[in-house]
């Protein structure tokens, strides 16, 4: 397993950026995909963006494409996201997770998560 802590979240009015961070140890960070979630409050954990092992394939879900981007630094031992032009539905607890399987929007294909960052985006 690998243990993951993210960072980064605070409030930021709509239209503001935000970059989280989720910091990896444990095992070899290249071992696993490592995938953003987010879940609001009375609303299900739903995925926002995957990135493979290396970073060479990335995946995002269609309400944050073109906003948030997601990379990985290997040496750090840490994955990003980057979000821009952020709205109140964004507003959300995130987390980060790994998978030693391929990258999967389901959650449940994620065995290591992070506590969670909250990111509040106000009107």
């Known amino acids: 397993q690998v243990q993951l802590v993210e960072s980064g979240g605070g409030l930021v009015q709509a239209g503001g950026s935000l970059r989280l961070s989720c910091a990896g140890s444990?095992?070899?960070?290249?071992?696993?995909?490592i995938g953003w979630f987010r879940q609001a409050p009375g609303k299900a954990r739903e995925f926002v963006a995957t990135?493979?092992?290396?970073?060479?394939?990335?995946n995002y879900a269609d309400a944050v494409k073109g906003r948030f981007t997601i990379s990985r630094d290997n040496v750090k031992n840490t994955l990003y996201l980057q979000m821009n032009s952020l709205k109140p539905t964004d507003t959300a607890v995130y987390y980060c997770?790994?998978?030693?399987?391929?990258?999967?929007?389901?959650?449940?294909?994620?065995?290591?998560w992070g506590q969670g960052t909250q990111v509040t985006v106000s009107m």
């Open positions: 990135i493979s092992n290396f970073g060479s394939s990335t």
């Open positions: 997770a790994a998978t030693s399987r391929l990258p999967s929007s389901r959650p449940e294909e994620y065995h290591s």
């Open positions: 444990g095992r070899t960070f290249t071992m696993y995909a």
